[in-house]
């Protein structure tokens, strides 16, 4: 019997579709484990998922004890203080935040030199139109005078007996009529240069012009009106009544004037103002006084800065102790 070459044994030949030997089985691949199913695979977002839908291309993968995107349970979410919240660091919820500050002037009142350097700087810088006005003042108020004076030279062309009334008295319903007109003119030569003041004190330059565009004409002259009356009879009494009165109404007319008050309430807002400032306001006014003492000496003519000056400088304590800022 011959041998085959190829198998010396005389083993028996195998049939390849029989399966091999174990060096045939180390040589066939090793099947690789099996790989879990879709529905197997977690689901981004933390439950199963049983459609087997892939997660959208991009989603973040999901934290551990958490859903993606999601601080977990009991981390404090959403913050409830410290400066996320906007509250404090360590307030409780509900704290309110804290108020913006206060618009307006928050210093001391005024100080008496700042409030005349004011007057002066503001008048000086603009003292024409307030010098024409003047002016105009003196003219309406020499024409006043020539027209009372030839009223006083025709009453006294008559021959009135001793027990006239008129004679003994020199009132006349003419002569009182002439005295309530020449009160509201003076009032309302007042009213015009506060209003001049006032448009300084705001950082206008008032012209000619500005300073007879006054509203609140009824009240200005009533609230006037009304503290003449006072005045007067508190200098009757005992001068310092009336002199205390002058001193409380200082701003009357500032405040009919830029505030619209009526004639009741603006006495009432001036007293009350002068009285919580008092100590400063009777300074300024006594300097005031003083100063134009001085503007007086030289024939009258420095009068025509220190009354505007004085305004002004009323004007800048004014608008101080309301609470705004003078410009």
């Known amino acids: 019997m011959t041998q085959d070459p190829a198998n010396p044994g005389d083993e028996p030949r195998r049939d390849p579709a029989e399966g091999g030997d174990g060096a045939d089985e180390a040589s066939s691949p090793t099947p690789s484990p099996a790989e879990p199913s879709p529905q197997d695979a977690p689901s981004p977002y933390g439950v199963p998922d049983d459609t087997g839908t892939p997660p959208p291309v991009g989603y973040p993968p999901p934290v551990a004890g958490a859903q993606a995107g999601y601080p977990p349970p009991g981390a404090g979410y959403p913050p409830t203080s410290g400066p996320e919240a906007g509250y404090p660091p360590?307030?409780?919820?509900?704290?309110?935040?804290?108020?913006a500050p206060a618009s307006g002037y928050t210093g001391p009142a005024f100080a008496v030199g700042e409030a005349i350097s004011y007057g002066w700087r503001t008048v000086t810088s603009?003292?024409?139109?307030?010098?024409?006005?003047?002016l105009i003042f003196i003219a309406v108020n020499v024409a006043w005078n020539l027209i009372t004076g030839s009223f006083d030279q025709f009453t006294e062309g008559y021959d009135f007996g001793d027990t006239n009334f008129v004679a003994v008295t020199g009132i006349t319903f003419t002569s009182v009529l002439l005295s309530v007109l020449g009160a509201i003119i003076g009032y309302l030569i007042t009213a015009f240069l506060t209003r001049g003041a006032l448009d300084e004190s705001a950082g206008r330059r008032?012209?000619?012009?500005?300073?007879?565009?006054?509203?609140?004409?009824?009240?200005?002259?009533?609230?006037?009106f009304l503290v003449t009356i006072l005045a007067t009879i508190g200098l009757v009494l005992c001068i310092l009544p009336g002199i205390a009165v002058v001193i409380f109404s200082a701003f009357v007319y500032y405040f009919t004037l830029d505030q619209g008050q009526d004639a009741i309430s603006a006495i009432r807002s001036s007293w009350s103002l002068v009285a919580k400032n008092f100590g400063s306001v009777f300074l300024l006014l006594l300097a005031l006084f003083g100063i134009n003492i001085l503007g007086a000496i030289p024939c009258g003519l420095g009068l025509f800065v220190t009354i505007p000056l004085s305004y002004v400088a009323v004007a800048f304590a004014y608008r101080r102790l309301v609470g705004q800022v003078p410009a």
């Open 90 to 99: 360590g307030s409780a919820p509900g704290y309110p935040p804290p108020a």
């Open 206 to 224: 008032p012209d000619v012009a500005a300073f007879f565009r006054v509203g609140n004409v009824v009240n200005v002259v009533l609230a006037a």
């Open 126 to 134: 603009n003292l024409g139109p307030w010098i024409l006005v003047a």
